[in-house]
């Protein structure tokens, strides 16, 4: 339906625009707890969403394995989501689909690592977060991955670089 939508609205040229995001939602298939079902949404913003949703909710509100997708329907981002919220590890990825790194979080905050890689796959920045709050040792990397700089951390305060 959405695919003739796309035909309809643009004519041909946009065929291929918007096949290949509606494409690649139906081709996702999602592992979705019991009580859920997987779903999709266009934000109409930065990406289309496919997630799992609760069968009794009204509104869509990820609950379970959560894809963002680029326009060109290759992976933005993938993890857990709980009522909506990011939860555990979420990884990210560029519009070529290369990952570009990966956070851990709780109620949609970083809480624990937050990891930047290069272009070569080797870490560019690692973060410390506590519940939305930097804490910890932060490290900053060259591309052939010798540590560069070193900045502690004390609730989101910087206290220290070596």
């Not at 930047?116 to 060259?142: I, M």
Request: charged share 25%; aromatic share 10%.
């Amino acid at each position: 339906m959405r695919f003739t939508k796309c035909i309809r609205a643009f004519g041909m040229f946009a065929v291929v625009a918007c096949s290949s995001s509606v494409f690649a939602k139906e081709a996702i298939k999602l592992d979705c707890p019991a009580g859920t079902v997987q779903s999709s949404s266009a934000n109409g913003k930065t990406a289309d969403i496919v997630a799992c949703v609760k069968t009794n909710d009204k509104t869509f509100r990820p609950h379970g394995a959560t894809v963002y997708l680029y326009p060109n329907g290759t992976k933005q981002a993938e993890g857990l989501s709980e009522d909506g919220f990011r939860t555990g590890l979420w990884t990210f990825y560029n519009e070529q689909g290369r990952k570009t790194g990966s956070a851990t979080f709780k109620r949609s905050n970083f809480h624990g690592e937050v990891v930047e890689l290069h272009e070569n796959g080797k870490p560019k920045k690692v973060d410390q977060y506590v519940e939305g709050l930097r804490e910890g040792t932060a490290k900053e990397f060259s591309v052939d991955g010798t540590l560069v700089k070193q900045t502690e951390y004390r609730n989101n305060r910087q206290v220290a670089v070596k």
